[in-house]
């Protein structure tokens, strides 16, 4: 991990990063799909965000709802005089998180001006003031950093997992077997870091509100469309350290995220979760086959079955409850490539131009 970069020093240079950060252009990318309600009330919480940084705009993207969700949020951003920061645009078909923002996206880097930084949000977030500024001050100050992330916080302040390392091997089986000692033993191969309240590095940061620098978006290109949802942006990010960016959790920047809006996958009960859709399990695929190649993804799929395999037989012997969603083991083998083969999910992504 790296050092924390030097702060610049208060008084006179807070000024001037105040006036820096106005002259700086943010596209806010958000994607919504039947849910108007959280997508208006994120709006309404950008409104001062909007007005603090001078070239902010925002694109929502409707992933064809077709129940009346784009009229009304096209109706709130006109009754509420958003129109002269905020715009809806609507998408070909419901093609998923990163097809979604791609829209938008690609139409800014394709304008005479794109932005120098883009923010994806979730529509299931409330921006709390200067979350935006935090996140482009940073950037300004650290030119090799690529990707910034938020901390999220659920509703009643408590935070959320908001930074990540990259999934593999050790932390499939980790997670499979469920054992606090050895994750104590073994916690630098964990996916999920302990919550800080500190600036750091990170593998990846949460996609539900991620500011990512233009000149990674001409770098790398834009997000994978063929992950439907999940893994995307652990995805973008891995391509983006492979090329040399830097990626930073910022806590000073804040959402209230009301996780899992429309999926109900992660929840802060477990014994509230719905069983895990096809869509989690193929982008999982995609990942490693596509990142990591067939002969680690086997034994990816084969760790993480030994140790959902030895978690069952913990359950028993200890009389623990079940954490997992419902039929978690089936379906993990169902959606392996041990059943499944090595090819793509969805297939190769698709040049962007």
Not at 166 to 174: A, V
Not at 280 to 307: C, H, P, Q
Request: negative net charge; glycine residues 8%.
């Amino acid at each position: 991990m790296s050092d924390h970069p030097e702060s610049t020093p208060t008084g006179i240079a807070e000024k001037e990063r105040t006036e820096e950060t106005a002259t700086a252009s943010v596209l806010v990318s958000i994607v919504t799909y039947k849910a108007p309600d959280v997508t208006i009330d994120c709006l309404a919480s950008l409104e001062a965000e909007a007005a603090s940084i001078k070239n902010c705009r925002v694109s929502v993207i409707d992933n064809c709802s077709g129940d009346g969700s784009a009229e009304q949020i096209q109706d709130a951003i006109e009754k509420n005089g958003w129109s002269s920061w905020a715009e809806l645009l609507m998408a070909n078909g419901n093609d998923g998180y990163a097809s979604g923002n791609n829209v938008a996206i690609g139409k800014d880097l394709n304008s005479e001006t794109p932005s120098d930084y883009v923010l994806i949000l979730n529509p299931d977030v409330v921006v709390k003031p200067g979350a935006i500024r935090h996140l482009v001050e940073f950037m300004e100050e650290n030119p090799k950093v690529g990707i910034t992330g938020s901390l999220c916080v659920n509703p009643d302040g408590t935070p959320q997992s908001s930074c990540f390392g990259f999934p593999g091997l050790m932390d499939e089986f980790l997670r499979g077997i469920r054992m606090g000692i050895l994750d104590k033993i073994f916690h630098k191969f964990l996916c999920r870091v302990p919550h800080s309240d500190t600036r750091h590095q990170a593998d990846w940061v949460s996609g539900a509100s991620m500011m990512v620098r233009k000149e990674v978006l001409k770098d790398i290109g834009l997000l994978d469309d063929k992950y439907f949802l999940y893994y995307e942006e652990t995805d973008f990010a891995l391509n983006t350290r492979r090329k040399g960016w830097d990626i930073w959790y910022i806590p000073e920047s804040q959402v209230v995220h009301f996780a899992s809006h429309y999926t109900g996958i992660f929840t802060p009960n477990p014994g509230d979760q719905k069983r895990r859709p096809t869509y989690w399990f193929e982008s999982r695929r995609r990942y490693y086959l596509k990142n990591y190649g067939a002969l680690y993804t086997i034994m990816v799929d084969l760790a993480a079955l030994v140790g959902l395999s030895l978690w069952k037989i913990r359950r028993v012997i200890e009389r623990k409850p079940e954490f997992n969603p419902p039929h978690f083991f089936k379906d993990m083998l169902k959606n392996s490539v041990f059943l499944k083969g090595f090819s793509f999910p969805t297939g190769q992504s698709r040049e962007h131009t």
